[in-house]
């Protein structure tokens, strides 16, 4: 059973929005950290942004002010709005979580994840 499962992307023109949200399965339970990832083929994986346990969040600095990371707790749901879209901003987009909590102390972007999902694709358009 995939582990998280990223839904939303799509291929919008600049300036335009979207939303990403990543569901867990029923195998994941106290989440204690998580984050959004996105990745261009021939190019490092990057970190978009994060969710504290404490409801603290992180962005990487080119997307504050456009991204933002919540969660939707009625759906048990991860959510990812993005604004203002740029073309750099093309890329498959993934959630990742972490379970444990020590492990959540680790820097958002070089902390382990416990799991990811498949990722889901946008695509910019100048």
């Known amino acids: 059973q995939v582990p998280l499962v990223e839904s939303g992307g799509g291929s919008v023109q600049a300036g335009g929005s979207l939303k990403l949200s990543c569901v867990p399965s029923?195998?994941?339970?106290?989440?204690?950290?998580m984050a959004w990832f996105r990745q261009v083929p021939g190019k490092e994986r990057e970190g978009v942004a994060s969710?504290?346990?404490?409801?603290?969040?992180n962005y990487a600095d080119s997307v504050k002010g456009r991204f933002t990371v919540s969660r939707d707790k009625g759906t048990k749901t991860w959510l990812l709005q993005i604004e203002s879209l740029k073309p750099d901003d093309t890329a498959m987009y993934y959630c990742?979580?972490?379970?444990?909590?020590?492990?959540?102390?680790?820097?958002?972007?070089?902390?382990?994840?416990?799991?990811w999902g498949q990722g889901t694709q946008v695509t910019v358009s100048s």
């Open positions: 990742a979580v972490q379970t444990t909590r020590s492990l959540c102390g680790i820097n958002w972007i070089q902390r382990p994840y416990s799991s």
């Open positions: 029923p195998n994941i339970v106290s989440v204690e950290c």
């Open positions: 969710l504290e346990r404490s409801g603290d969040t």
